[in-house]
């Protein structure tokens, strides 16, 4: 069971770097979302999709993108990194009306 | 106010002793609650739902006050491998919008 799969682990960029981090679940859901986890911060949301084709803001949207062109992949762009997107990303995704959400294994991301 | 505030711990206890963990939050429009674990450098996993009539699994209760807006979660027994860190988590109605609270920490000694 591969359930919802994130790559890469771990990166390390430079300031204005580009990178996408990709998702891919397993489980035919259709909500998928993309969180960061920052020590004393909690998990935050970033964007979420309810299905292909749609997507939306979270709570921290700004400097990062998303598409869902599938339902599998919900894969997160960073545009130009900055240091304050050094954080653990996770992606996770859940069944229509059921709040359990299952999460990838996170991708550590370090901006220098 | 926080939408979703737990007790900072970090708590400190010795196996086989009882716990509690306190969560309040700030959005009477709220519909569903759950309690997430998540292990060092792991990604949270549901520990388990919060029903308004309370509910348990085995060493563990979690309760739901809507008047208070406040739940908790009581794990009795305490063992080594429940050292991890608790997150409350509140959602709106559908599940569209799930809040998670910072965490609390437990350590479990022997």
């Known amino acids: 069971n591969a359930g919802v799969t994130q790559t890469p682990k771990f990166q390390v960029l430079k300031t204005g770097q580009s990178m996408t981090l990709q998702c891919a679940q397993d489980m035919n859901h259709e909500y998928m979302s993309w969180y960061r986890q920052d020590p004393g911060m909690g998990l935050r949301l970033i964007h979420y999709?309810?299905?292909?084709?749609?997507?939306d803001q979270g709570e921290v949207p700004n400097g990062y993108n998303v598409s869902r062109s599938t339902t599998e992949d919900f894969p997160l762009r960073l545009l130009s990194a900055a240091p304050s997107q050094t954080s653990v990303y996770f992606c996770?995704?859940?069944?229509?009306?059921?709040?359990?959400?299952?999460f990838g294994e996170g991708s550590r991301l370090t901006v220098l | 106010r926080k939408e979703v505030e737990q007790d900072p711990g970090p708590f400190n206890v010795p196996e086989g002793a009882t716990v509690a963990f306190n969560c309040t939050y700030s959005?009477?429009?709220?519909?569903?609650f759950f309690w997430y674990r998540q292990d060092c450098r792991k990604e949270p996993k549901l520990l388990m739902s919060?029903?308004?009539s309370g509910n348990e699994d085995g060493r563990f209760t979690a309760q739901l006050n809507r008047a208070s807006q406040y739940i908790s979660l009581l794990i009795r027994d305490s063992k080594l491998s429940d050292s991890a860190t608790y997150l409350c988590v509140v959602g709106s109605s559908g599940y569209s919008t799930l809040t998670f609270g910072k965490g609390t920490m437990l350590l479990v000694s022997p």
């Open positions: 996770a995704s859940r069944a229509p009306s059921v709040g359990e959400l299952f």
């Open positions: 959005n009477s429009a709220s519909q569903s």
């Open positions: 919060v029903y308004s």
């Open positions: 999709s309810v299905g292909a084709g749609i997507t």
